[in-house]
């Protein structure tokens, strides 16, 4: 489990310090901000469908406790700021679907990898990805919303600058 740790600690840390590749699409404020939302959102959704069920839950020791917390509060909103940003390229629609199609099986394929390895428990007889995929394209729409709302707003209370590129 300690490996598994320290990989996670690995890959948080390169997609925290990938993060300063994103000014060339966004404000560093919004980067924050957007950031902040994501963790929220991925978080949120992660322990909505947990909580109250017993269909997947973190196991009760110190290591998958951190490794889950890093997977929803850094990995997932960090690779959702990328698919955003590929939002915001001139990509063709099919790329653009693409990539949202990707972030979303590879979250659900990363779940139950963490299933696989004992991060995450699960008391029910099966797992079902569907209910996964539902909540990550959940989490993806309303990101994207969010995205494009908040330039306007930001520009609006003179907190970016309107530079024609972001």
Known sequence: ???IFILFLMVS?????SLKYLKKRFDPFEIFILFMFNSYNCQNFFYLLSSP???ITVV???LPFWISRMQYGIIFP??????MYAMRGKMT????????FSWVVGGVLIEKLLLVIG???SKSESWYPSIDLVLSMIV???SIFFMEILPPILKKEKVIRDEGNI
Do not use: G, N, P
Request: with cysteine; charged share 20%.
């Open 78 to 83: 960090v690779l959702l700021l990328w698919v």
């Open 60 to 62: 009760k020791e110190h």
């Open 53 to 55: 069920y017993d269909r």
């Open 140 to 142: 993806l729409v309303t």
């Open 93 to 100: 629609l099919s790329r653009k679907l693409f990539t949202c």
């Open 119 to 121: 991060v995450l428990d």
């Open 13 to 17: 840390t390169l997609l925290l310090f």
């Open 1 to 3: 489990m300690i490996i």
